[in-house]
């Protein structure tokens, strides 16, 4: 199985592709061009035909909501014009999920001038909230590049793409047919 993974939830790029269940391709690109042009011309230029691919999946966010919006819209395209199955995955959760931090633990990513920031406690998953400054139990994990000064681990880089492409596979291999791709839209993060 040969999955194409995407992430515009930034301003960067973050492409990956997973066969059978190992990473092949890890690609980063932080550019001023708008991911509308940028993303045809990066699968020509790495070589990469969506006709060859078994699935599609796209980070739903958080993020800007633009850029999440081209890159929802180009998978959803891919996958809707050569009829494969396409899954969302939630970059907050993600960073939950794949950092080797023991419970409780929270994950924050800065959008703008706000905070979103998810909690797991090991079997549960808080939703998704703006932080106002309440206090957290256990360790926070951030990027670096995101100024989350309080983080107790700061993570220099986070592949959103290819952690998206693992989950993905797993949920394949659980079964599951994918997301309906009329109804995939990117995570609405309104700060109230």
Same mark, same amino acid.
């Given at each position: 199985?040969?999955?194409?993974?995407?992430?515009?939830?930034?301003?960067?790029?973050?492409?990956?592709?997973?066969?059978?269940?190992?990473? &092949? $391709?890890? @690609?980063?690109?932080?550019?001023?061009?708008?991911?509308? %042009?940028? /993303?045809?011309?990066? #699968? =020509?230029?790495?070589?990469?035909?969506?006709?060859?691919?078994?699935?599609?999946?796209?980070?739903?966010?958080?993020?800007?909501?633009?850029?999440?919006?081209?890159?929802?819209?180009?998978?959803? &395209? $891919?996958? @809707?014009?050569?009829?494969?199955?396409?899954?969302?995955? %939630?970059? /907050?959760?993600?960073? #939950? =999920?794949?950092?080797?931090?023991?419970?409780?633990?929270?994950?924050?990513?800065?959008?703008?001038?706000?905070?979103?920031?998810?909690?797991?406690?090991?079997?549960?998953?808080?939703?998704?909230?703006?932080?106002?400054?309440?206090?957290?139990?256990?360790?926070?994990?951030?990027?670096?590049?995101?100024?989350?000064?309080?983080?107790?681990?700061?993570?220099?880089?986070?592949?959103?793409?290819?952690?998206?492409?693992?989950?993905?596979?797993?949920?394949?291999?659980?079964?599951?047919?994918?997301?309906?791709?009329?109804?995939?839209?990117?995570?609405?993060?309104?700060?109230?």
């Amino acid at each position: 199985m040969k999955i194409l993974s995407l992430d515009t939830s930034f301003s960067f790029l973050n492409l990956s592709v997973l066969e059978d269940g190992k990473l &092949t $391709l890890i @690609y980063y690109e932080d550019s001023n061009k708008k991911s509308l %042009e940028l /993303l045809p011309a990066v #699968l =020509r230029k790495l070589g990469l035909e969506p006709k060859d691919f078994d699935a599609f999946c796209v980070s739903i966010g958080v993020g800007y909501l633009t850029s999440l919006r081209v890159g929802i819209t180009f998978i959803k &395209t $891919l996958a @809707y014009i050569n009829q494969k199955p396409i899954y969302a995955y %939630e970059n /907050l959760d993600l960073m #939950l =999920r794949y950092t080797s931090i023991p419970p409780p633990k929270a994950a924050f990513l800065k959008v703008s001038r706000n905070l979103f920031y998810r909690v797991s406690n090991g079997s549960s998953l808080s939703p998704v909230k703006v932080w106002k400054g309440e206090p957290l139990e256990g360790s926070i994990v951030a990027l670096k590049s995101h100024s989350v000064d309080f983080a107790n681990y700061q993570l220099d880089f986070f592949s959103f793409s290819a952690y998206g492409a693992l989950t993905a596979y797993e949920r394949f291999l659980s079964g599951d047919g994918g997301d309906d791709v009329f109804k995939l839209e990117p995570y609405y993060n309104n700060p109230l």
